[in-house]
């Protein structure tokens, strides 16, 4: 994995009383896999989250990311906007195959792209995150079956990968700066990062 890429998997992990079950917690530029009956967890403004299982075994796991803006002096082309993409979603996809799913089981569900970050929102980051992922779904033939994006809400997006059960919460109110500031943060690290190329499949 490129150290200066960013993405790792989430070492959040705590148990939610509610759902009476371990649970990790995903932020933007991480990932989780796992065969285990737990629960996944993040938070998505302006950024996407794939939750992908093998439908069969139940082996499945969530991403967090957003594409590189465009800028004005065009140091982000298009090109590398996708190459991130590509590389976040291989990265989802090659750990799931490592720990034993079977990629003609895969299917997804997509979340996020909401137009919620100040900035941001000339360049559509939150349309151009949710274009990319159907589009790359579709091209890798990767079934849809549920998916919640655009919209100006941010998301809570809760993941049984054993089950494929998702619970989505739509926060119409923040009481707090912290998913903005985390997304803000976080569109500057990835503007910044070296995609060092694609990540080879099992």
Do not use: W
């Not at 906007?81 to 720990?99: D, Q, T």
């Not at 919460?169 to 903005?180: A, D, G, Q, R």
Request: hydrophobic share 40%.
């Amino acid at each position: 994995m490129d150290a200066d890429f960013g993405a790792h998997l989430a070492p959040n992990c705590y148990f939610d009383h509610t759902f009476n079950t371990e649970t990790v917690k995903i932020l933007p530029g991480e990932y989780y896999v796992t065969p285990r009956d737990i629960l996944i967890v993040t938070v998505l403004g302006s950024c996407v989250s794939v939750c992908l299982r093998d439908r069969i075994s139940g082996i499945g796991g969530m991403n967090h990311f957003m594409l590189p803006g465009n800028n004005d002096e065009g140091l982000t082309p298009a090109s590398t906007s996708a190459r991130y993409g590509v590389y976040a979603m291989e990265l989802l996809i090659n750990h799931l195959l490592k720990i034993g799913a079977k990629r003609q089981n895969f299917e997804a569900k997509v979340f996020g792209g909401g137009a919620v970050l100040r900035g941001l929102t000339v360049n559509n980051v939150g349309q151009r995150n949710s274009e990319f992922v159907l589009d790359y779904l579709h091209t890798e033939g990767v079934q849809i079956v549920a998916q919640d994006l655009l919209d100006i809400y941010p998301r809570k997006v809760y993941f049984f990968p054993a089950t494929g059960r998702v619970l989505v919460k739509k926060l119409t109110s923040l009481h707090n700066t912290t998913l903005i500031d985390r997304e803000q943060q976080y569109s500057m690290q990835i503007k910044k990062a070296r995609v060092a190329g694609t990540v080879d499949l099992f």
